[in-house]
């Protein structure tokens, strides 16, 4: 089986984004088979003429400046670091080198450094790596996606035991297995970055994402206004994009606004009906009086939004071998919101708190004072549906994490 691990690689040194176009999820003989939706900013050029990727030190923001720019106390409190919970990261395909480059990481930001879990019942922080359907091969691409939710999910809640559940290949059929493997052992929020093109099939999976006392969070997607599964799922947290205006490099120092990313996913399901808690929405709806009238009566995507642009993304530590780079890598796409919204929540749940505690708290009431409206920037150019506004919309949802836990 062939595996995709599509990406596109942002410069800051040209406009625009190289022409390194996204490999779709693709379907061979009924399967349906997910891309991990991150995008690598280019540094400079080598001198073989091909883009620069990595760095010996971070290039990227680090994880005081994201603490810093949506005012996060996971770093800050040790009663908000997400003590007692764990947190599972769903990807395909196995990284060879995963807590000796997170402990990499950890010793660059001065984090503690983590042991392997002694139990898969151990709660304390820790970390995991398994393998419930047979060790899989290595996939560079899955890889730098890997790297990304261990470091970023452990970045908001370093109090929380991670546990990367590798599935056996990029197909549904395998990530949604290893979701319901993470389910079996417990977690407490699971971390899905990664997406496939809606199809008529995808509500078969929607009960995986009802386990009680877990939440799901999954990215958007990177190809702008567009919908995508298990972002789609009514059951889970869906995370759209976002660009932090002032930052750079490794600071947000000089942060102003926080607006749409034009890369993000967005928009109204083609499969999926709108949830209770969205129909029920009393609050403010950019473009129309109620979500339903937005969607016209089918799911909103997203719910949430975070920091995706690459051109100010957040700093990654791999060392296997991308696009024959290893090291410092700077990374942008949904993908970053999906493990971070994970750490976010199990920071809040590890405090009581429940104002953000699953997609329908969300959306009744208590997020005034925990999200960032975004007002401005668009996903695509079909209006109003690819449009920041007041309330709620087709680009950012409710907004981004602001003061929370």
Request: aromatic residues 10%.
């Amino acid at each position: 089986m062939r595996a995709w691990a599509p990406v596109l690689v942002a410069t800051a040194l040209t406009a625009g984004l190289l022409s390194i176009p996204v490999q779709a999820a693709r379907t061979s003989s009924g399967q349906h088979f997910a891309s991990p939706p991150f995008r690598v900013k280019v540094l400079g050029y080598l001198p073989n003429g091909k883009p620069k990727l990595t760095s010996p030190s971070p290039t990227g923001l680090s994880p005081s400046a994201i603490q810093g720019v949506y005012n996060l106390s996971g770093l800050s409190s040790t009663s908000s670091d997400g003590s007692g919970q764990i947190i599972a990261l769903i990807d395909a395909y196995r990284d060879p080198n995963a807590l000796s480059d997170l402990n990499t990481w950890n010793a660059e930001y001065g984090y503690p450094k983590l042991s392997t879990c002694k139990s898969l019942t151990q709660k304390l922080p820790c970390f995991e790596q398994v393998d419930p359907q047979g060790i899989p091969k290595v996939n560079s691409g899955w890889v730098l996606e890997e790297s990304l939710d261990i470091e970023w999910a452990h970045a908001e809640a370093p109090g929380a035991k991670i546990v990367l559940v590798q599935a056996a290949s990029n197909s549904n059929a395998d990530l949604f297995g290893a979701v319901q493997y993470a389910n079996n052992l417990g977690a407490t929020e699971v971390s899905m970055s990664f997406g496939s093109s809606e199809y008529s099939g995808e509500t078969s999976y929607d009960s995986y994402f009802l386990n009680a006392g877990t939440f799901y969070t999954a990215s958007a997607g990177d190809s702008g206004h567009g919908t995508e599964y298990p972002a789609a799922s009514p059951n889970v947290i869906a995370v759209g994009g976002t660009t932090l205006n002032g930052c750079s490099g490794t600071s947000c120092a000089h942060f102003s606004t926080e607006t749409a990313w034009s890369g993000s996913g967005g928009g109204a399901s083609s499969v999926e009906s709108i949830p209770g808690y969205q129909s029920d929405y009393s609050g403010a709806v950019y473009g129309a009086t109620t979500i339903t009238a937005l969607t016209s009566g089918a799911r909103g995507i997203p719910d949430v939004s975070f920091e995706a642009n690459p051109n100010t993304g957040v700093s990654v530590y791999d060392s296997t071998r991308y696009q024959g780079q290893a090291g410092w890598f700077t990374i942008g796409g949904t993908s970053v919101g999906a493990p971070d919204w994970a750490g976010i929540l199990a920071a809040g749940a590890s405090t009581g708190a429940t104002a953000l505690q699953g997609a329908s708290a969300i959306y009744s009431g208590g997020y005034s004072t925990n999200l960032r409206d975004i007002t401005s920037g668009t996903n695509g150019s079909c209006g109003t549906d690819c449009t920041a506004g007041p309330g709620y919309d087709l680009a950012t949802g409710l907004g981004s994490p602001i003061n929370y836990p």
